[in-house]
């Protein structure tokens, strides 16, 4: 086993090689981003000024086009050609000539439209210095009198330039005159104004002929470039990357200029970066290093003590055995309580089934004795019908006593699915035969204290997922509350209605007694907690409520309407979610009633 001085000598070692192997690839790596990142950046600022350029080159290439057809077609009308005629008097028609030529420079935007006679006498023109300084006159002439179409760059003062277009006007074969156009690049250097970067045309001789730097225009080439990429820009001299694509039918070259500050940023940037991400490497293989020659003293200081923590361990483990034993005790125990509990809760729901059929005793006994009266009244008057020996109306007593038995057989059913202990399986079940079974044992006390009940038609046909009689004790006690909170109302009424949401059957049960106080609506659904005076009941009729829904998947909420009344909203799951089983992991069946 090596010392700890030995330990430490290794290591250091390793990181002087390391420093070592850092400092070429870092090197390596930072050249390489400065040169990757500047290659980047130039391409993107040459294309970028490429774009700049073949735009404005079509651009100026239209305009002159533009201009460049207009003499020709002029020359060829008969109506320009009939205003070099003179009148008998042989004057020149100027007048008409210097309308049509103001006509055609308003609608066509150019700088000026003239009209000349073949030895020079200016016939009319519309505006414009040009045609007065007679500046390139004699070669647009000789051009159109050769047939050619004459052009020629034009400038006179401080930055007064045009360039202008010639055609010969003929009349009968015979050269009656020249048209020139000269065209406004007012339009053209002031579209250029708008662009960050300097564009201008050269002519042959190296004169900048336009520009949208006014400082430029008409300046010579030497004036403005040093010759090495720097431009005279703002009074200094600044580097610039010249574009440059020549305009062969002018003999002109459109140069676009591009600012190379965006690639030396983005070297200095990656450089920067490439920098930081190599420190940042070195750091963290400095730190791996350190925590690893940490992590070799410690495991040999480890090693002394492994011994010891095994003896260690195996006592904790001894003693864990024992703590495990109890606590499978203590989970026993717990298991037996919860079972305890749960028998507990199925008696309590049975003892609150059995309360509410005393509470309806009273109501159901008269439900009982109407029918026994009528029963014993049709007897007694078939005997009477039998001595006298109208059979036909036996027969109809006998008729009616039937339907009395079948009713009160009925009743009789229900009360004795109500009262009996529940299965605890969960499956679908038809909703609206179970809210009716409900309402024979509870519409008898209703109708006693003078309640209506209201049930929707939108019941019939769904189907949720519940046990038959547990359900069906969750809509006797909701009913049951409702009587009791509407005790003394007058108009009192119960309505029930249902609705689909999602795969929920959403159930109502709304009544329009007094409400629920506010501070007593969280508190509704707990054990024990009753709003009835003392010996009118012991709270637990709407936490049974509470866990039945619980048991089905559902859940029940209890709040007020905004014109009064209580309202219990009881969302159950669709029967079309499939069954479920229940806390007991019963088999999921109908339950049988």
């Known amino acids: 086993m090596r010392s700890r001085p030995a330990i430490e000598r290794r290591f250091r070692r390793i990181r002087t090689g390391l420093f070592l192997a850092w400092a070429v690839i870092a090197a390596v790596t930072v050249f390489w981003s400065v040169k990757a990142a500047g290659e980047r950046a130039l391409t993107d600022v040459m294309q970028k000024a490429g774009e700049t350029l073949a735009v404005q080159a079509e651009t100026l290439s239209g305009v002159l086009d533009k201009y460049r057809l207009m003499p020709p077609l002029l020359s060829r009308q008969s109506s320009i050609g009939a205003l070099f005629l003179r009148d008998a008097n042989g004057n ?123 400082n430029w225009r008409l300046r010579q080439m ?39 500050a965006p690639v030396g940023a983005a070297r200095l940037n990656a450089a920067a970066i490439a920098t930081l991400a190599a420190l940042l490497v070195g750091v963290l293989a400095l730190l791996a290093l350190r925590r690893s020659e940490i992590a070799t003293v410690r495991a040999r200081r480890d090693r002394a003590t492994a011994l010891r923590l095994e003896r260690v361990v195996r006592d904790r483990t001894r003693a864990l055995s024992v703590t495990n034993r109890s606590l499978s005790h203590e989970v026993d125990v717990r298991r037996a309580a919860e079972e305890q509990l749960r028998r507990a809760q199925a008696e309590l729901v049975q003892a609150a089934k059995l309360a509410a059929l005393g509470q309806m005793s009273a109501a159901l006994s008269h439900e009982f004795n109407q029918p026994l009266t009528a029963i014993r009244s049709y007897a007694d008057n078939a005997g009477r ?87 069906g004790q969750v809509f006797v006690n909701l ?102 089983k229940s806390k007991a992991e019963d088999v999921v069946t109908d339950e049988t009633v």
């Open 92 to 214: 020149p028609r100027s007048l008409e000539a210097r309308r049509a030529a103001d006509e055609i420079a308003g609608m066509s935007a150019a700088l000026d439209v003239a009209f000349l006679f073949p030895d020079g006498e200016v016939l009319a023109h519309a505006r414009g210095d040009f045609v007065e300084s007679g500046e390139g006159l004699p070669q647009l002439i000789e051009a159109a009198r050769q047939g050619r179409l004459g052009r020629a760059a034009l400038s006179i003062g401080e930055a007064r330039r045009t360039y202008a277009f010639s055609s010969g006007v003929r009349r009968f074969g015979e050269f009656a005159g020249v048209v020139v156009v000269y065209v406004d690049f007012y339009r053209v250097e002031a579209a250029w104004a708008l662009s960050a970067r300097r564009i201008f045309v050269s002519d042959a001789a190296g004169t900048v002929f336009l520009a949208n730097d006014e």
């Open 222 to 260: 030497d004036e403005i470039h040093d010759g090495e990429d720097r431009y005279l820009i703002n009074g200094s001299w600044n580097e610039r990357l010249d574009l440059t694509r020549r305009l062969p039918l002018l003999g002109w070259d459109l140069h676009v200029l591009a600012d190379p």
């Open 385 to 471: 019908f039998l001595e006298r020996g109208n059979t036909a109306e036996v027969s109809g007593n006998l008729t009616r006593i039937n339907a009395l038995v079948e009713r009160m057989a009925e009743l009789s059913r229900t009360l004795l699915s109500f009262s009996r202990r529940p299965n605890t399986t969960v499956g679908p079940v038809p909703l609206g035969t179970i809210v009716e079974e409900a309402l024979l044992l509870a519409r008898p006390r209703a109708r006693a204290e003078g309640v209506t009940i209201q049930v929707g038609a939108e019941l019939e046909g769904l189907e949720v997922l519940g046990g038959r009689i547990r359900l």
């Open 479 to 580: 009913i049951n509350n409702a009587i009791d909170a509407l005790s003394g109302t007058a108009d009192a009424v119960i309505e029930i209605s249902a609705e689909r949401q999602d795969n929920f059957v959403v159930v109502s049960v709304i009544d329009n007694g007094p409400g629920i106080a506010p501070d007593e609506v969280s508190r509704i659904f707990d054990p024990f907690f009753t709003t009835k005076g003392v010996g009118e009941g012991i709270g637990i009729g709407l936490s049974i409520v509470d866990n039945i829904v619980r048991d089905f998947g559902g859940s029940i909420q209890a709040g007020n309407r905004p014109e009064g009344g209580a309202v219990f909203t009881i969302r159950l799951r669709s029967e079309n979610l499939g069954p479920m």
